[in-house]
């Protein structure tokens, strides 16, 4: 771990906490700053003295590889190799550099161990430790009854395969879908969970990441469309119990069949980053109020802050909720994406003859 003193101009917790102490704190800033990604852990802070967890910067830039610890970046006024963590504009909180002219410019490629990266690796060690140990448990107690951690995941186990993967994909096909299933489920929920925890190694707004939602999403439209059979595909570009005219001479309803096929998970993409985003922004939103009518008056400060922290607690509770809401949610999308695609010609023909 690092740590590094008052005068370190990169530390954005210093930045705050000097912008309260002269009475021009930014709530907008602070938050926004909470929940982006960051190239160091920040564990806690003492007095003025910060406690963060260093990590690997790798970057290709102008055909040259460059590696350093983040921790590098707390000297030379915040630049090492020519690179600096940018706080302004659409740069802010990423690595840069200046041009001849003076403006900033992001390396051509950036594959730095950040902290959201991190929390992805620690969540993935923490699934793998939890399912084995279960699995295990399987194994040693073959025909008990389930006891401990597996008696726990196992009602929840069951619900996923049998009310979401089981009726949304059907009888014949449904256990093709059901690791993927249970494997997104449970890595939604787990890195919910360890967002809502304000402490190392929880609070990395991981599903608050559209990069990571992207990739979820993504992973689902590709086996949507790798497991999609011709009836699918006939239903996209040739609907039946569609009027002709909206078929011919303008293909109106093929258009926008094939614009669903993609904004399908464009939506499982921005409902699970929005969601998870602003639970974490009210929550800070309620905390920054604290500092804003304490800047008005000390003891309107004290007072507003009973009400903050009595919302904020109010919001974590609820945000357990979500997180669960959440992850079921993306699963049972998928899923009913994964049903639709692999649906054959009878069942379709058989709901017009109805």
């Not at 004290?302 to 669960?324: C, K, R, Y």
């Amino acid at each position: 771990m690092a740590q590094h003193d008052h005068k370190n101009p990169v530390d954005k917790l210093e930045k705050w906490q000097e912008e309260i102490e002269q009475e021009d704190f930014k709530a907008g800033e602070m938050i926004i700053e909470h929940i982006t990604d960051s190239y160091e852990w920040h564990i806690i802070t003492v007095g003025h003295t910060h406690v963060s967890i260093p990590l690997p910067v790798m970057l290709y830039d102008e055909g040259e590889f460059h590696f350093f610890m983040s921790s590098e970046l707390h000297h030379n006024n915040g630049t090492y190799q020519g690179y600096f963590v940018s706080d302004e504009g659409f740069n802010s909180g990423k690595l840069v550099r200046k041009d001849d002219a003076g403006a900033e410019i992001r390396p051509d490629l950036d594959f730095s161990f950040t902290k959201n990266v991190l929390a992805i690796f620690f969540s993935v060690f923490l699934l793998g430790f939890i399912f084995i140990s279960v699995a295990n448990s399987y194994k040693k107690r073959k025909g008990k009854a389930p006891k401990g951690l597996q008696s726990l995941l196992e009602p929840i186990i069951i619900f996923v395969r049998d009310d979401i993967a089981r009726s949304s994909i059907g009888e014949k096909r449904y256990e093709r879908y059901t690791p993927f299933l249970l494997t997104i489920f449970f890595f939604i929920l787990i890195n919910n969970l360890l967002g809502i925890i304000p402490f190392f190694p929880g609070g990395a707004n991981i599903t608050g990441n559209i990069g990571v939602t992207g990739v979820l999403a993504a992973f689902t439209f590709i086996i949507t469309t790798y497991s999609a059979n011709k009836n699918y595909w006939v239903h996209i570009v040739n609907a039946p119990g569609v009027p002709w005219w909206l078929k011919i001479p303008v293909p109106l309803m093929p258009i926008v069949e094939i614009m669903g096929v993609f904004t399908k998970p464009f939506v499982l993409m921005v409902r699970l980053f929005a969601n998870m985003s602003a639970g974490h922004i009210i929550i800070l939103g309620f905390i920054s109020l604290i500092f804003i009518f304490g800047e008005i008056s000390q003891g309107l400060g004290f007072g507003v802050s009973i009400v903050s922290v009595g919302f904020s607690i109010f919001m974590d509770v609820l945000e357990i909720l979500v997180a669960f809401i959440q992850a079921y949610v993306f699963t049972l999308l998928s899923a009913l994406y994964f049903g639709m695609a692999t649906e054959e010609a009878h069942h379709s023909s058989e709901t017009i003859n109805h």
